[in-house]
Each structure stands twice: as structure tokens, then as C-alpha cells.
């Protein structure tokens, strides 16, 4: 099992960016995924939900209105289009995969930093 987070980078605040997420070795179609953060000295913080299929998204109250996670089951990737984003929003943002094969995946992350 791969995940391999990019996209990320250095923005100004109220700019946007578009995180991908490409899963390998597991039936992607079957499974929901998660985009996690963590920002610096801080726990790791769920950020957005999508089912299986896509048809159902959930969102962290500090994200919602901004962030939108989608994905192309063809592709095996998900993304996370983020907006207006905020300095708060800086952290190292994570893949993760939860019950497969018996345990949780994550990816290495990729660091968003937000500042002008």
C-alpha cells in the first residue's frame, strides 16, 4: 500500500492550492478516505471526509466553506482543493486510509505553508 501526497507549497494568505493523494495496492474504489494535518507543535487534526464513491463529504468546522475533497476512482487519487486559506492553515497535510488490511495507511505528507 502507497500514498503519496503533492501539491503542496508556499502561499499567500487568501490563496488557494490543490492537494493530490495517488493510492496504490489496495482497491481504492472500496475504501473512504481521509486528508489529516498536523501543524507545528500541535496534534494531528481530521480535516475532510469522502466516501467510497464520492457521494458523501464530511469537513473539519475550521475548513468547511473552504476545502473541498473530492476524488477520480479512476485516477486512484484524491484531492483536497483548499481556499481562502488562512496562516492557521499551515501544517504538514496527510493521506490516510483507516481499516485496511486490518490497520490505518498514512502517506509522508506534504507541507503547506501559508504566509505572505
Known amino acids: 500500500v502507497q500514498l503519496v501526497e503533492s501539491g503542496g507549497g508556499l502561499v499567500q494568505p487568501e490563496g488557494s492550492l490543490r492537494l493530490s493523494c495517488a493510492a496504490s495496492g489496495f482497491t481504492f474504489s472500496r475504501y473512504a478516505m481521509n486528508w489529516y494535518r498536523q501543524a507545528p507543535g500541535k496534534g494531528r487534526e481530521l480535516v475532510a471526509v469522502?466516501?467510497?464513491?464520492?457521494?458523501?463529504?464530511n469537513y473539519a468546522d475550521s475548513t468547511k466553506g473552504r476545502f473541498t475533497i473530492s476524488r477520480d476512482n479512476a485516477l486512484n487519487t484524491v484531492y483536497l482543493q483548499m481556499n481562502s486559506l488562512k496562516p492557521e492553515d499551515t501544517a504538514v497535510y496527510y493521506c490516510?486510509?483507516?481499516?485496511?488490511?486490518?490497520?490505518?495507511?498514512w502517506g509522508k505528507g506534504t507541507l503547506v505553508t501559508v504566509s505572505s
Open positions: 490516510n486510509v483507516k481499516g485496511l488490511y486490518g490497520r490505518d495507511y
Open positions: 469522502i466516501t467510497s464513491t464520492g457521494d458523501s463529504t
